[in-house]
């Protein structure tokens, strides 16, 4: 699957974006997607995930209460709404797909290329 992340940008503190992620080639339905982020200087973290049809989501304690992943298998689009925004969350935002595992990870099958947030002070 091909995946691309958009939806990043500048926003102020207490600010909310919403990420989107659209996948290509094979029924988005067979994986377990997820988001997943690098600060500068810092080592990739996992942000959240859901699992295949969306029933189940699992989410960092940093952004737990502050955000959202969904996902729309006909649209072949996983979301990741960011409400009160801080600016230790900026970030390289990546989606990422995996087809037999999910949960708290950080080890994917396949990769978008990475969208910027930056949350300003």
């Known amino acids: 699957v091909q995946l691309q992340a958009y939806g990043g940008g500048l926003v102020q503190a207490g600010g909310s974006l919403r990420l989107s992620c659209a996948g290509s080639?094979?029924?988005?339905?067979?994986?377990?997607m997820a988001w997943l982020r690098q600060a500068p200087g810092k080592e990739r973290e996992f942000v959240a995930s859901?699992?295949?049809?969306?029933?189940?989501?699992s989410y960092s304690d940093s952004v737990k209460g502050r955000f959202t992943i969904s996902r729309d298998n006909a649209k072949n689009t996983v979301y990741l709404q960011m409400n009160s925004l801080k600016p230790e969350d900026t970030a390289v935002y990546y989606c990422?797909?995996?087809?037999?595992?999910?949960?708290?990870?950080?080890?994917?099958?396949?990769w978008g290329q990475g969208t910027l947030v930056t949350v300003s002070s």
């Open positions: 990422a797909a995996n087809e037999r595992s999910w949960g708290k990870i950080l080890e994917y099958d396949y």
């Open positions: 080639g094979r029924p988005f339905s067979n994986y377990a």
């Open positions: 859901i699992r295949w049809s969306g029933a189940s989501a």
